[in-house]
């Protein structure tokens, strides 16, 4: 699976961002996407996914209720809508799939930065 990840970019903290996740090379039904941020300084972290083929999600305590993901399956796509950014959003953003029986993600985008100003 290749993962081509684009939207990053800098907002003020209460804007709002898309990003995208264009995914080729497989078919997605058996795979759940991912999508995890990198702060500087910091670990990665999970922030949401969905299971391609059923639309089940989950997120991060850290972005219920502000973000939120999507896929798109006639273009292979899967969207993170990020709303009310805060500042603490501030990192790379990169996008993953792993097959759905996996607990690790084995494929990953090349990431894309947001930038969140106070």
């Known amino acids: 699976v290749q993962l081509q990840a684009s939207g990053g970019g800098l907002v003020q903290a209460g804007d709002s961002l898309r990003l995208s996740c264009a995914a080729s090379?497989?078919?997605?039904?058996?795979?759940?996407m991912g999508w995890f941020r990198q702060a500087p300084g910091k670990e990665r972290e999970f922030v949401s996914s969905i299971r391609w083929s059923v639309g089940l999600t989950a997120y991060a305590d850290s972005v219920k209720g502000r973000f939120t993901i999507s896929r798109d399956k006639a273009k292979n796509t899967v969207y993170l809508q990020m709303n009310s950014l805060k500042p603490e959003d501030t990192a790379i953003y990169y996008c993953?799939?792993?097959?759905?029986?996996?607990?690790?993600?084995?494929?990953w985008g090349q990431g894309t930065q947001v930038t969140v100003s106070s």
């Open positions: 090379g497989r078919t997605l039904s058996y795979y759940v």
């Open positions: 993953a799939a792993r097959f759905w029986q996996l607990d690790s993600y084995n494929y």
